[in-house]
């Protein structure tokens, strides 16, 4: 018996037994997968078992709904979730190709590592078996009832449809390249200039060029906000909310002055870190951008606010599970406050992009309505030809991305993107 625990902890210490604790933490304590990730949630792993144990939790989140589906007529009752998160994980497995015996061994030997499912081995060791390899998933994941009914309105249902379809998919890697500079063979250019990945690219820092700091990864959607605000050589640029990265690097690659201020000294050192591998220069400031003044104005001004995420849900599929809508007013409130003390960090004549990774009106389209009656001086100035579909560009002459463009392509996350100017 003593020997059997010993193998059931040791199985619990794998890439599965850590995918299974980043289930229960989404499902059970609702934190999300950036933050347990934060707090090295995957201390002890070595780097492939950690980025294995990531892609079986990201997976497996990604397909619960018809996990669920499949295994609900093999339960008179429905077992505890923290048996039901080890029976998901398994089949998300099976349904992959895994192979069969190794999967339903160690999913008994999980249940038996945990006082809380050792009754239940049994069981797990039941179901696993009557689902059999390489079962068929039938369906895709719904987005919570908090959110469906709003993106509906919004975008309607064949397009939400399509979305859950780009969310039910592990999305491609996407990269920005600096000027002069190749993306790692393979990669395919994007109609907007950033370049894509195939989704099993492999360990991204062994790629062609990363050590170089000749690109860094960056969601095609994410890049087109500073490919609007279009700085120019010497211009004195203002990144706000800045972490990770992305853009400040866009832009210094641009040759402008940038100043990239967040409020999170924590996120400020991964970009500081892809600063220093692409050998780019920006003044990195952690700040509040509501209490900080700087000692110049700005010739243009990049505010990505604080939102919901809901355009990230193919990166982030988490999301759905931790979040519930609640924080939206609050987010709301602080995307106006921001905008309206980023415009006074502008010079006269200067330009400003106010951007969320949201699909939700209140956070895009009706903050920019909002902020044009406060300002009745604001005029929205439209981009010039990106390379994006034609129906991305909103009749206020802003920009609309959403999960449901380039579906062929692997989609592209959730944007809405806004360039203002002082009449």
């Known amino acids: 018996m003593d020997r059997a625990r010993d193998q059931a902890r040791d199985q619990a210490s794998t890439a599965r037994g850590a995918a299974l604790r980043l289930l229960n933490a989404v499902l059970i304590d609702r934190r999300l997968l950036s933050d347990l990730l934060a707090d090295d949630a995957l201390a002890g792993l070595a780097p492939a078992d950690r980025a294995r144990a990531q892609r079986l939790a990201t997976t497996t989140l990604r397909r619960i709904g018809p996990i669920d589906t499949l295994l609900a007529p093999r339960f008179t009752r429905p077992p505890p979730i923290r048996v ?91 990269l920005t390249v600096k000027p002069g500079k190749s993306a790692p063979p393979g990669a395919v250019l994007l109609p907007t200039g ?25 969601d095609a959607a994410a890049a087109v906000a500073a490919l609007v605000l279009d700085a120019r050589p010497g211009e004195r640029v203002l990144d706000l909310c800045a972490a990770p990265g992305g853009k400040t690097l866009q832009l210094a690659a641009a040759g402008a002055q940038v100043t990239a201020l967040d409020i999170s000294e924590a996120r400020l ?12 220069q920006a003044e990195v400031i952690a700040a509040d951008a509501l209490t900080w003044a700087p000692e110049q104005k700005y010739d243009a001004v990049l505010l990505d606010a604080p939102c919901s995420a809901t355009g990230t849900i193919r990166r982030h599929p988490d999301l ?13 409130a602080l995307q106006a406050r921001l905008l309206d003390r980023a415009l006074t960090f502008m010079k006269p004549g200067g330009r400003l992009v106010f951007c969320t990774c949201s699909l939700l009106p209140e ?13 009745p001086g ?30 062929e392509r692997g989609g592209m996350d959730g944007f809405f993107i806004a360039r203002m100017r002082w009449l």
């Open 84 to 174: 039901r998160n080890i029976l998901r994980l398994a089949v998300s497995e099976l349904a992959t190709g895994a192979a069969a015996h190794g999967v339903v061994h160690e999913a008994v030997g999980l249940a038996q590592a945990d006082p809380a499912t050792r009754n239940f081995s049994g069981l797990v060791n039941a179901v696993l078996r009557a689902v059999g390899p390489a079962p068929q998933l039938q369906g895709t994941q719904a987005l919570p009832k908090w959110l469906r009914p709003r993106l509906v309105g919004a975008w309607g249902k064949s397009a939400v449809a399509v979305m859950e379809t780009v969310f039910a998919r592990s999305p491609p890697v996407d």
């Open 194 to 218: 950033s370049y894509r990945l195939a989704t099993d690219a492999g360990q991204i820092s062994a790629l062609a060029g990363f050590v170089e700091g000749d690109w860094w990864v960056q």
């Open 269 to 280: 050192k991964r970009l500081r870190e892809n600063l220093a591998r692409t050998g780019m």
């Open 320 to 332: 759905p599970f931790v979040k519930d809508g609640g924080d939206l007013a609050g987010l709301i």
């Open 363 to 375: 956070e895009g389209e009706g903050q920019l309505e909002a902020a044009m009656n406060r300002h």
């Open 378 to 407: 604001l005029r929205v100035e439209a981009p010039r030809p990106l390379g994006l579909p034609k129906t991305a560009l909103h009749k206020s002459g802003a920009i609309r991305l959403k999960p449901d463009h380039w579906a």
